[in-house]
């Protein structure tokens, strides 16, 4: 009620009527002693209510399901920026992948204690073994943005559109043939998209990979497909900058390549060391890092015969 009479008189205070209202039904909880924990993800990092504030920080954890965590640094200014929700953020626990990031997140959120635990997904790892009989490269998108979404939220140029990721994906399969002479077997690719088509993502690029299912260029995988057996049943892994299945791939330590296919920006990654994920931003980069790749992979394969 008292709320209700501050708001009429000061209207703004209707913005903290969501923070007002979970507020005292989790104080209540807590005097009662009925919460341990309060976790969060990744995706609330770009902000925290209120009320989580009012909660001794041990209590309150954040787990991150992804590892792109920095803004892209462009080679052009090679200017470096941090994402600015994160020195805002109020938490007691980090729960993250690698130590790189680690160190990256505690000069971002220092009062944090920060857990790293590996690969954080949202199903349980399967394993399989890459077949013998052919080459299998995995790749993994990112979702196509046109320039109004990307410019909405911040992001120009727009390293998401389409015309990149359709780069990036004819490219990886303009290999086919070379490697297929090299190596002499059959090479395949299958594509996982990060997600499924939303209307914030450019429908032209989700229309070209269907057709390039159609003509057999590529396999599509589900987007909810285990991301483990995809990676552990392939050769190599190709991704697009900096996308976290390059580290689900290093986990597993299945060699993997960050490929830009537009020559415009600066490697950064958090994978720890020693580190097989490896970064192209040439089309000659991108063939000699994949043969590299696949001699490696297939000289073990043929030892642990």
Request: hydrophobic share 40%; with cysteine; glycine share 4%.
């Amino acid at each position: 009620f008292a709320y209700a009479c501050h708001a009429l008189r000061r209207p703004l205070l209707s913005l903290l009527a969501r923070d007002i209202a979970y507020s005292g039904i989790c104080a209540e909880m807590e005097r009662r002693g009925l919460i341990d924990s309060i976790v969060l993800t990744g995706s609330n990092y770009m902000r925290q209510e209120l009320w989580v504030r009012a909660f001794p920080q041990p209590k309150v954890h954040m787990v991150w399901y992804s590892q792109s965590a920095k803004p892209f640094s462009y080679v052009a200014d090679g200017i470096e920026s941090d994402t600015p929700h994160l020195r805002w953020i109020r938490i007691g626990t980090l729960w993250l992948w690698t130590h790189a990031l680690a160190d990256y997140a505690k000069r971002l959120i220092p009062e944090a204690e920060i857990k790293v635990v590996g690969p954080i997904l949202w199903y349980l790892p399967e394993l399989k073994c890459p077949p013998k009989d052919r080459l299998c490269i995995a790749i993994f998108d990112v979702p196509a943005l046109t320039d109004g979404i990307a410019l909405s939220v911040g992001l120009f140029p727009n390293y998401f559109h389409a015309a990149n990721l359709r780069a990036f994906v004819d490219d990886i399969v303009a290999l086919k043939a070379e490697l297929e002479a090299r190596f002499c077997l059959p090479v395949s690719f299958i594509l996982k998209t990060k997600r499924q088509y939303h209307p914030t993502n450019d429908r032209l690029y989700f229309d070209y990979l269907e057709h390039l299912g159609m003509t057999g260029t590529i396999s599509l995988a589900h987007h909810e497909t285990n991301m483990y057996a995809l990676v552990s049943g392939s050769h190599l892994v190709m991704v697009y900058p900096f996308s976290s299945p390059a580290y689900v791939a290093n986990y597993l330590k299945v060699p993997s390549i960050y490929y830009d296919p537009t020559g415009s920006i600066i490697r950064c990654d958090f994978g720890d060391p020693p580190s097989m994920i490896q970064f192209a931003n040439t089309r000659e980069e991108l063939r000699d890092l994949s043969i590299g790749a696949l001699q490696l992979t297939t000289r073990q394969q043929t030892s642990s015969a």
